[in-house]
């Protein structure tokens, strides 16, 4: 069976960096016995037990209401805004509601079970209207709600209301403000009901992955609108808007990740035979061995590799294996190696393809000779090219640094790493100059313009951000990727950014 629904989640987004020590409530609404003949729905009371059990899983305190009436909805959404503002300011809230849901005059309305309606009039006098619940998620006043909705389309009152339309209306500019509003398809398409499964495709996915650490809440829709595409063959498309504001993000089943869930996720995103064999040398034990196993084997490759072994096909480097920066092997003709710099304060892991000192990007000052590396092990390092000898240590990132620059008078240097943040540093005497914060994910590549002004940051959220290099002040945000953006490059004049 097919039906026309949409599923959204809106996070009202006041203040993210909620963990799971934050009181966390749940209310869910599942209306699948319908009491006008031929409304009846499969699938809402099934959605809503597969959410309930999920949340449970990551620490919320679940109400379920199963086939609720117009008085008990309300009741429920009064009673929910209530619980939040008892639990205190920094409460993470969740309305989940499965059920049929329509739009009239742009206004949202949620389907109670005892509606009996034949004209637009009679919606209005007897579905909740969605506003009653922001009305009560305002008034308890703490940070964090998330609004999901898995409103379908087939309801028969269509086809006696020409004012009354499937699925719900976008929110108001004001109401998008601090949302994040995700659909189960794109606008005006058909989703799949899970024809023969308890549950649909979009809500199967969201359940499964809310649950594992270390994704943003930005990155678990990706994930979700990814599996959902590839278990429909692209026949759904999930569809996202967002509104979403702060510095830090929300994670629902932490942020803190395990080293073998850490680089599961970062290697498994580049999707490449190469990248999961990495993830096997480090972790041969891991929890996510079968996984890399079987994408290896779509890949048409295997579990071993040169790489796993530390050793360099011709013409390649094993600079990524020895945490340190070296010349290319093989006959190429007029190179030779003048010298390799290798840390001895990071420990190495035993030669696998990726560890902790790994060395992931180099430059060199444009004024003085002296290398910049950056590392795995969240430090760079300033290195005297001619002794071998590092000069200064930089500290402070917390997780893995991924890029180096200097500026064009090579005073300064920036850096970018994995927290999510780029630091700018005094390269005479190793100081932190400032620290760039905004960006929700990793942020991959930071560089200079050319009149040493500026700085452009490109992140996995998406985006690509302009920086005053000297007061680290915002002041272009640039966005359109649908992906991770990993690169930034300045025109030579400095009036163009590549991304």
């Known amino acids: 069976m097919v039906r026309i629904c949409l599923l959204v989640l809106a996070a009202v987004w006041l203040g993210m960096g909620a963990s799971l020590a934050q009181a966390r409530v ?40 199963l086939d609720a009436d117009e008085t008990a909805m309300e009741t429920a959404f009064r009673d929910h805004g209530e619980r939040l503002a008892a639990a205190g300011p920094g409460t993470v809230g969740v309305f989940f509601y499965a059920g049929h849901g329509v739009q009239s005059e742009g206004l949202n309305y949620l389907v109670p079970v005892d509606l009996r309606a034949q004209t637009e009039a009679d919606v209005w006098a007897g579905a909740p209207r969605l506003d009653n619940l922001f009305r009560h998620l305002r008034r308890a006043g703490n940070e964090t709600n998330f609004i999901i909705l898995d409103a379908c389309r087939n309801n028969p009152l269509l086809s006696s209301s020409r004012n009354v339309s499937g699925g719900l209306a976008a929110a108001t500019e004001r109401d998008a403000r601090g949302m994040l509003i995700a659909y189960a398809t794109e606008p005006g398409a ?29 990155a678990l829709f990706r994930r979700v609108a990814t599996r959902v595409e590839e278990t429909t063959d692209d026949r759904q498309r999930p569809w996202i808007e967002s509104g979403l504001r702060g510095r830090k993000d929300f994670c629902f089943a932490g942020c803190d990740l395990s080293d073998d869930a850490a680089d599961w996720q970062r290697l498994s995103a580049l999707n490449t035979a190469a990248s999961f064999q990495a993830y096997m040398g480090l972790h041969p034990a891991g929890a996510y061995v079968a996984e890399a196993t079987a994408a290896l084997a779509e890949l048409g490759a295997t579990a071993t590799s040169p790489a796993l072994r530390g050793e360099a096909p011709p013409g390649q480097t094993r600079a990524i294996g020895e945490g340190s920066v070296a010349a290319p092997t093989g006959p190429v003709t007029g190179i030779r190696l003048l010298r390799v710099l290798k840390a001895d304060d990071c420990v190495d892991l035993g030669g696998t393809a990726i560890n902790e000192c790994s060395v992931f990007s180099a430059a060199f000052n444009p004024t003085r000779d002296q290398v910049a590396t950056s590392s795995f092990d969240g430090k760079a390092r300033l290195w005297n090219p001619k002794t ?112």
């Open 190 to 218: 058909v989703t799949e009901d899970g024809a023969g499964q308890a549950n649909s495709p979009y809500t199967t996915a969201l359940a499964d992955l809310i649950r594992e650490p270390g994704l943003s809440a930005e």
């Open 26 to 65: 749940a209310l869910i609404i599942g209306n699948s016995d319908y009491r006008t003949p031929g409304w009846q729905l499969a699938n809402p009371a099934n959605d809503a037990a597969l959410m309930g059990e999920a949340l449970e899983e990551i620490g919320f305190e679940v109400h379920t209401l």
């Open 388 to 499: 071998g000898l590092v000069e200064t240590t930089l500290t402070g990132h917390r997780d893995r640094v991924y890029s180096v620059g200097y500026s064009p008078d090579g005073a300064r240097l920036v850096t970018s790493a994995q927290d999510g943040s780029a630091r700018v540093w005094d390269v005479a005497t190793g100081s932190l100059l400032t620290v760039l914060t905004g960006h929700t994910r990793d942020v991959r590549r930071a560089v200079f313009s050319p009149d040493g002004r500026r700085i452009v940051t490109a992140s996995d959220d998406g985006s690509a951000w302009v920086w005053d290099a000297n007061d680290g002040a915002p002041l272009l945000f640039l966005e359109g990727h649908e992906a991770l953006v990993v690169s930034a490059a300045v025109s030579p004049d400095g009036t163009r950014i590549a991304t």
